[in-house]
Nanobody, 124 residues
Framework: QVQLVESGGGLVQAGGSLRLSCAASGRTFSTMGWFRQAPGKEGEFVAGISWSGGNTYYADSVKGRFTISRDNTKNTMYLQMNSLKPEDTAVYYC???????????????????WGQGTQVLVSS
């Protein structure tokens, strides 16, 4: 059974940090990414990463504050979130699929496997 399980969400004050994890089981994913959905808003792309980790891509809203990484020996992806802002409050989802062209990483429809999400709440 293919599964993606996120963890690490929680409540943090503005300016603080959190590290999200996404543990995959049942298969490996060449391309992985993080998306988020805030209450009442459309889901949005956060960051994507290639199999080797050598290619990464970030939404402008998180560039310089968030870092995506992966450990293929553990079949796990991470999102280090620093300098958190209230507008980062959302449910964060991890996603995975086979190799995807970098130009498509920001499209939710390109990813076939999804986790259940983890809540991040940033207080002001």
């Amino acid at each position: 059974q293919v599964q993606l399980v996120e963890s690490g969400g929680g409540l943090v004050q503005a300016g603080g940090s959190l590290r999200l994890s996404c543990a995959a089981s049942g298969r490996t994913f060449s391309t992985m990414g993080w998306f988020r959905q805030a209450p009442g808003k459309e889901g949005e792309f956060v960051a994507g990463i290639s199999w080797s980790g050598g290619n990464t891509y970030y939404a402008d809203s998180v560039k310089g504050r968030f870092t995506i990484s992966r450990d293929n020996t553990k079949n796990t992806m991470y999102l280090q979130m620093n300098s958190l802002k209230p507008e980062d409050t959302a449910v964060y989802y991890c996603a995975g699929d086979n190799w995807l062209d970098g130009s498509s990483w920001s499209r939710k429809s390109e990813f076939g496997s999804w986790g259940q999400g983890t809540q991040v709440l940033v207080s002001s």
